[in-house]
């Protein structure tokens, strides 16, 4: 069992920034990537960013490059993300997620055996 929890969402005002943290626990050894997702009220999920554990490669959603940041801290079990110059639009529950699979494109929700309760991110205009 992997265990998955989120924290830093809130309310900001658009322009704001926010920086959302995801503790991984239990039998985490087998993590390959790590994923951040979100969904609007009415939408379905969508991805975000993702970070390969061992190597550290990022992958970003094409309309989110250069706003949002992936990182991860393999010694605390940790992955968080840096949201900057947040919109209204990028309101929703922001989910992390594991995948103990090597997937090419790792933007697929249905590839990850994990998922976090979310935490809601609210931007106001």
């Known amino acids: 069992q992997v265990q998955l929890v989120e924290s830093g969402g809130g309310l900001v005002q658009a322009g704001g920034s926010l920086r959302l943290s995801c503790a991984a626990s239990?039998?985490?050894?087998?993590?390959?990537?790590m994923g951040w997702f979100r969904q609007a009220p009415g939408k379905e999920r969508e991805f975000v960013a993702a970070?390969?554990?061992?190597?550290?490669?990022?992958f970003y959603a094409d309309s989110l490059k250069g706003r949002f940041t992936i990182s991860r801290d393999i010694g605390k079990n940790t992955v968080d993300l840096q949201m900057n110059s947040l919109t209204p639009e990028d309101t929703a529950v922001y989910y992390c997620?594991?995948?103990?699979?090597?997937?090419?494109?790792?933007?697929?929700?249905?590839?990850?055996?994990?998922w976090g309760q979310g935490t809601q991110v609210t931007v106001s205009s």
């Open positions: 997620a594991r995948d103990d699979q090597f997937s090419a494109y790792p933007g697929r929700p249905h590839d990850y055996d994990y």
């Open positions: 239990g039998r985490t050894g087998s993590t390959v990537t």
């Open positions: 970070i390969r554990w061992t190597g550290g490669n990022t």
